[in-house]
């Protein structure tokens, strides 16, 4: 760490964290052999560079990327949080080659799945980044740069001492809010029905979003491809609940 601008010759600043929990625990799992070289010959392609703030998974302020230079086009962005293995994005992009997509993870073995996946399937629309996500919303991402965000099956921190690490929570929305284009689309899901309604409740008293469906749920969203989080969900007899919500002025 830098030395603080008053601090005496030699001496280091005090570490600084997060003013925030985050909504992830970074657990150091090893990676495979083939994730180890899918990292070391596929990041150049598929990485983006976050500049680092205090931690690990930090995007220092000021780091904005443009949009048009890292995918080398102007085309519609998909941003989704929490790719994970990288199955419902490498899909979408694979099946979706006039718009742009962005995955944000923070662990490191998903985002080597995810880059192995990207190269056997010829992707080229693709990039991921290893960061928090509410401070790539905030820091990297230009405001109103996407056309939609994927929020698919969060961890839900399901025990009440941990619901304060949800990422869909108040301030959620003015981030997501922020990236997003007029009349954009922000898209969840989740198998968790009180996180299910927590996030409907936090997007319905936002004046920045409205809801883009009927009903009490929105319906499956048909480009959100099958993967072993919702599988879970549904062997353990939970509900599936979609939801959907148009950027707005407000």
Do not use: C
């Amino acid at each position: 760490m830098p030395d603080t601008p008053d601090a005496a010759p030699g001496a280091l600043a005090a570490p600084r964290f997060r003013d925030k929990p985050v909504s992830f625990v970074r657990r150091s799992g090893r990676m495979s052999d083939g994730q180890e070289r899918a990292w070391a010959e596929l990041s150049p392609t598929y990485l983006l560079d976050a500049p680092r703030d205090a931690a690990a998974t930090s995007v220092l302020p000021g780091s904005t990327i443009d949009p048009a230079v890292v995918w080398g086009r102007r085309a519609p962005l998909v941003v989704e949080i929490g790719s994970g293995q990288g199955h419902a994005i490498v899909h979408a992009a694979s099946t979706t080659p006039d718009r742009d997509f962005l995955a944000v993870e923070v662990f490191k073995a998903g985002l080597a799945r995810t880059m192995l996946d990207a190269d056997r399937a010829g992707v080229q629309n693709l990039r991921l980044v290893e960061a928090n996500a509410p401070e790539v919303l905030e820091h990297l991402l230009p405001a109103a740069s996407a056309a939609e965000v994927w929020v698919f099956f969060p961890d839900p921190w399901h025990k009440n001492k941990h619901t304060k690490r949800r990422l869909v929570a108040p301030d959620f929305a003015p981030l997501a809010a922020r990236v997003l284009a007029s009349d954009g689309t922000l898209r969840l899901a989740t198998d968790w029905e009180d996180y299910a309604r927590q996030m409907r409740d936090v997007l319905d008293a936002s004046p920045l979003f409205a809801r883009a469906f009927a009903g009490e749920w929105a319906d499956r969203f048909e480009g959100r491809v099958m993967t072993a989080f919702e599988r879970k969900g549904i062997r353990a007899g939970r509900a599936i609940r979609d939801l959907a919500y148009r950027r707005v002025d407000g």
